[in-house]
DNA sequence: CCTACCGATCGGTAGG
DNA sequence: CCTACCGATCGGTAGG
């Protein structure tokens, strides 16, 4: 029998990242409280005093999940920033940048993920912490020096970049982000507005030529 | 003994409204799995063979909070909005209104339903649509016909008041709501947005003589 | 209206 | 001898 198969001295379960990813399913499936540390070892074919050796209790696993998954998605927008700098038409590099927030944020992983981490918040302060840091005001701070670099060229007027560029985000998600979290997770979202209409108001308040947000 | 200490044939302990007022700072406090019938039951003075009789089970018990706090809630924004309307400056009058909208939505307690009812939502779909419907989608209708009013009088262009009155309430509390469901509840919002900002740029869109919205 | 109690299952840890 | 892992079960508590 090669040692390949034979494994000895080898953990034969998941363990490390793929862990952390076994026991994120397992959370996003049942919810905090509906999740055994039983069922995750057993998805991750491991026994439960492995699972404890790597991780010392159910918070200490749930804020490594939160932690790495956080991680997986820094400057995820980055590419899509990119894209919008270069774009010939501003407003449609907005549109196409605010189409692709929407889906993303809208996604039902990371819907659910958002749920949990809220609804934990109180219990483990730390851990949401980290998260709106990661997943949430970094992003917005990518967009807002995109948005700062699209002004220095006069593409935009935005004496506020930071500022913009949570305006934009609430403008393109906050309806449809509220109506997801709070209905089931059914609605196909067919009465959403077009994103366009919301960069159409931010590009009246703050398109090189307009509004009285620089008289 | 007189007859008001004895209280024969009444209950000597919470029931109706007030139980569900009780149960309501239970479930806040500790959130939904936290929370014990048998905790409940003390904090009413009755015994836990009583609080099922008046509720079969602790979602039902839940489900019949939620209602009657959306119950409560509705219409809360009636006066301001007359306010809004009958405003001798529209400007003036919105960031009024806003301020109030953004009082409310954050408090502590709206915030915290709003926490232990988004985590239940996968598992109890028709109680948070029904928390949506109320709290919610009403009150943007409602927003959205002041609107339409002060547009029939030339003090605003909409030719969508809905999508307006949306837009309007996430620039509006999109930012502070997001930082104040996942930051822990400490944060004093020092690094808010005046609301100026937002309805600023909502005049930018929909102000009596501004803008590409209506080109 | 209450005390007493149930079947089951929880997060965490023992010895080997 | 070590590291990596297991079956079995602990004391407490959940909703009903």
């Not at 949401?128 to 992003?139: C, G, K, P, Q, V």
């Amino acid at each position: 029998m090669p040692p390949e198969t034979r494994r000895r001295g080898r953990p034969s379960g998941r363990t490390g990242t793929d862990l952390l990813d076994t026991a994120r399913a397992v959370f996003l499936e049942h919810g905090y409280a509906g999740t055994t540390m039983d069922a995750i070892a057993a998805r991750a074919q491991i026994s439960k005093a492995s699972l404890y050796r790597e991780h010392p209790s159910k918070d200490a696993l749930f804020a490594a999940i939160v932690r790495a998954w956080a991680d997986a998605g820094r400057d995820a927008m980055r590419p899509h920033l990119q894209r919008l700098e270069s774009a010939e038409d501003t407003r449609e590099g907005l549109i196409a940048l605010a189409e692709i927030m929407r889906a993303g944020i809208l996604g039902r992983e990371v819907l659910r993920m958002r749920r949990l981490v809220t609804s934990e918040a109180e219990r483990l302060p730390e851990v949401a912490a980290a998260y709106l840091e990661d997943s949430w005001e970094r992003n917005i701070r990518a967009l807002a020096e995109t948005l700062r670099a699209l002004a220095d060229r006069g593409r935009l007027r935005a004496p506020d970049p930071h500022l913009a560029a949570e305006q934009l985000t609430w403008l393109v998600i906050g309806a449809p982000l509220n109506r997801r979290l709070l209905a089931g997770t059914d609605d196909p979202d067919g009465h959403a507005a077009p994103v366009a209409t919301a960069v159409d108001l931010f590009l009246a308040g703050y398109g090189p030529e307009n509004g009285p947000l620089h008289a």
